[in-house]
């Protein structure tokens, strides 16, 4: 079957937008694969931060050659991955494109190490998760002919680089907004056992892959309902009523889990508790599950992003609590009879404006300031502040 690339068209103008003179220019590709199609939402040029301190100005990671380019992949992949953070389930760093100041008949696909960039990506996830079968892309987009050209990127994700092989694929701008939706839901605690652990933060970390590998045995056996329905796993969004939440959210469907027993009311308001000495750390209450998806992808499609999105989040929401652990034990050793207790982050949305109105994601404790997370995202999105909303009323209360 024939691949082909649909790119919001709103980004032609953004790739535009970019040109400065001769430069060459990185940038990242987000966005979700459903079976052979690749659906781009948006692309995210890198930004870094220049000499010009008084004015506290962000300037566009930019090269004068393709060797300079290339030197520093180092630096394209680490923002690569800055971008990954703010991902969804279900959504993924697609590829790399590139502003490059030749006519398009010249240009090659730019031979960046992709296998290196593979590992990058993965090599920081915060939870085990299956190796992708779809292939990364490269977007070349000529200032001369002002027009872009894709490449589908082939290699072995496990031997390496030896050999690596671009194909030509078809890419369509156009307007792609109502083909989103938003799956929405919640989990709770309550699913997993209470834990009491010695040993201080070394032992904590020593069963977190444990704690990992117990909430995902919760979510595959749970059957996942999307507006109240068990659905036909082969069944597609594009005919699927949604609703709207707070104005804000838009084309939303509600999703929820339910196990294979019932376990009644006990675990509505239950939570994971970890204990070390006289000190404790608890997670509590319900967590938000956000996952933007294409309404060309199936029910299956679907459940495979939402349990990606729900690991990942419980993921890091656990290492936010672990790394928080660490930096209280002084004042522990220095109270013996210190009671550490920290509230779980809250989830915080961003959400692109412009096209698609699609959800990205950050993490907060309470007392922290939600914009000062917008705004860092905003950086590292190469979004302006009038093309983002904020979002922080899922986790309220």
Same mark, same amino acid.
């Not at 675990?267 to 006289?278: D, I, M, P, Q």
């Given at each position: ?18 040109? *400065? ?13 459903? &079976? ?12 870094v931060w220049n000499d010009d301190i008084e004015n506290n100005k962000i300037d566009v990671l930019s090269f004068k050659t393709l060797s300079d380019l ?8 680490? *923002? ?14 697609? &590829? ?16 960046? /190490? ?19 079968? #779809? ?8 200032? +001369? =002919? ?33 083909? #989103? ?48 329905? +068990? ?11 949604? /609703? ?5 959210? *838009? ?11 019932? %376990?009644? =009311?006990?675990?509505? =308001? ?18 938000? +599950? ?18 990606? /999105? ?12 672990? !790394?928080?652990?660490? !930096?209280?034990?002084? %004042?522990?050793?220095? /109270? &013996? ?16 404006t412009e096209g698609s109105r699609f959800a990205f994601s950050d993490y907060v404790f309470p007392g922290e300031t939600s914009q000062e997370a917008l ?11 009038? *093309? ?10």
């Open positions: 079957m024939t691949t082909k690339v649909f790119i919001e068209e709103h980004l032609d103008k953004y790739l535009k937008s970019l040109v *400065k003179g001769q430069l060459f220019i990185p940038g990242v590709i987000i966005g979700q694969v459903i &079976g052979n199609n690749y659906h781009i939402v948006h692309l995210s040029a890198m930004t290339l030197a520093n992949s180092d630096t394209i992949f680490q *923002k690569s991955l800055e971008v990954a953070t703010l991902l969804p389930g279900g959504s993924h760093v697609l &590829g790399l494109f590139f502003i490059v100041p030749q006519d398009l008949k010249s240009i090659q696909p730019i031979d960046i /190490d992709f296998h290196e960039f593979n590992n990058e990506l993965n090599e920081s996830l915060l939870y085990k998760k299956a190796n992708e079968t #779809w292939n990364y892309l490269i977007l070349n987009y000529s200032t +001369v =002919n002002k027009k872009s050209y894709c490449y589908s990127v082939d290699f072995s994700r496990v031997k390496g680089p030896e050999k690596t092989t671009y194909k030509a694929v078809d890419s369509v701008f156009g307007s792609f907004k109502n083909d #989103w939706i938003t799956l929405i839901g919640t989990f709770n605690f309550g699913t997993l056992d209470r834990l009491n652990v010695g040993g201080g933060p070394k032992a904590l970390f020593s069963i977190r892959d444990s704690l990992l590998d117990k909430f995902e045995s919760v979510l595959n056996q749970s059957v996942c309902t999307f507006n109240g329905r +068990v659905c036909d796993e082969n069944k597609t969004f594009k005919d699927f009523e949604c /609703d709207e939440i707070d104005n804000v959210l *838009k084309n939303a469907v509600k999703v929820e889990f339910y196990r294979e027993v019932d %376990l009644g =009311n006990e675990c509505k =308001n239950a939570s994971l508790t970890v204990k070390r000495g006289k000190g404790k750390i608890s997670m509590s209450g319900l967590c938000s +599950v956000v996952v933007p998806f294409n309404r060309n992808g199936t029910i299956k499609d679907a459940i495979k992003a939402i349990h990606e /999105d729900a690991m990942q989040t419980f993921a890091t929401r656990l290492k936010m609590h672990l !790394e928080s652990m660490v !930096e209280e034990e002084s %004042l522990e050793e220095e /109270d &013996g009879d210190a009671n550490i207790v920290h509230e779980t982050p809250r989830r915080i949305l961003i959400l692109k705004s860092v995202a905003g950086e590292i999105l190469n979004l302006p502040e009038d *093309k983002m909303e904020l979002y922080d009323m899922l986790e309220k209360g």
